[in-house]
Nanobody, 126 residues
Framework: QVNLVESGGGLVQPGGSLRLSCTAA????????IAWFRQAQGKEREGVAC??????????NIGDSVKGRFTIARDPGEETVYLEMNNLRPEDSAIYYC?????????????????WGQGTQVTVSS
């Protein structure tokens, strides 16, 4: 069985930081492009940050709404992909999902991704 697991969500004050982690059970995460998506209540799902598989060109794509504040990085040894979120704003509050695309290029198009985690809640509030 293939599972993606997100962790690291929580409540943070505006201007604060969080680091989300995405790990996998049942497959080798390194072979997959990984994307972080988010969905706030009443809003459409949004691609936040994406990274290619280790067999790709290492390409990274960051969504315009988080550019300069969020970064995505892979630790191949730990088979983990991180989403580092800095200078968080209330509008960043959402459920954050990681998704996997086998040997993918790391584009933030949701249709590319076959496997999805259950999500982790991020709430930015004072």
């Amino acid at each position: 069985q293939v599972n993606l697991v997100e962790s690291g969500g929580g409540l943070v004050q505006p201007g604060g930081s969080l680091r989300l982690s995405c790990t996998a059970a049942g497959f080798t995460l390194n072979f997959y492009a990984i994307a972080w998506f988010r969905q706030a209540q009443g809003k459409e799902r949004e691609g936040v940050a994406c990274i290619s598989s280790i067999h790709g060109d290492g390409g990274v794509n960051i969504g315009d709404s988080v550019k300069g504040r969020f970064t995505i990085a892979r630790d191949p040894g730990e088979e983990t992909v991180y989403l580092e979120m800095n200078n968080l704003r209330p509008e960043d509050s959402a459920i954050y999902y990681c998704a996997a695309d086998y040997l993918g290029p790391g584009r933030c198009d949701s249709w590319r991704y076959d496997y999805w985690g259950q999500g982790t809640q991020v709430t930015v509030s004072s």
